[in-house]
């Protein structure tokens, strides 16, 4: 098992950067493939960002493809999200997810972190 803790969340104004960070312990973090997924107010969760194994593969959603990018530090068992150009809606609970499979699913992805809270306000 992998236990995720999501940080870096906060209220922003339109328009900054903002970067999540998730924290993985227990098994092997170089053995995971990870990914951002982010629930709204009244909304499913959606996916956002995936990031291979070996960090050379990534996929976006539409809505943040160029203004958000995923990486990891296999090293350090972190997964980043670079978010730039924030808008209102990109305020939701964003989630760090661990799977052994890349996609944009939320059933390939076994284990979670509990959220971290972006607003962004107009």
């Known amino acids: 098992q992998v236990q995720l803790v999501e940080s870096g969340g906060g209220l922003v104004p339109a328009g900054i950067s903002l970067r999540l960070s998730c924290a993985a312990s227990g098994r092997a973090f170089s053995s995971y493939s990870m990914a951002w997924f982010r629930q709204a107010p009244g909304k499913e969760r959606d996916f956002v960002a995936s990031i291979s194994l070996n960090g050379r593969n990534t996929n976006y959603a539409d809505s943040v493809k160029g203004r958000f990018t995923i990486s990891r530090d296999n090293a350090k068992s972190t997964v980043y999200l670079q978010m730039n150009s924030l808008t209102v809606d990109d305020t939701a609970v964003y989630y760090c997810?661990?799977?052994?499979?890349?996609?944009?699913?939320?059933?390939?992805?076994?284990?979670w972190g509990q959220g971290t809270q972006v607003t962004v306000s107009s």
């Open positions: 997810a661990a799977g052994s499979l890349t996609g944009m699913s939320s059933r390939w992805y076994a284990y």
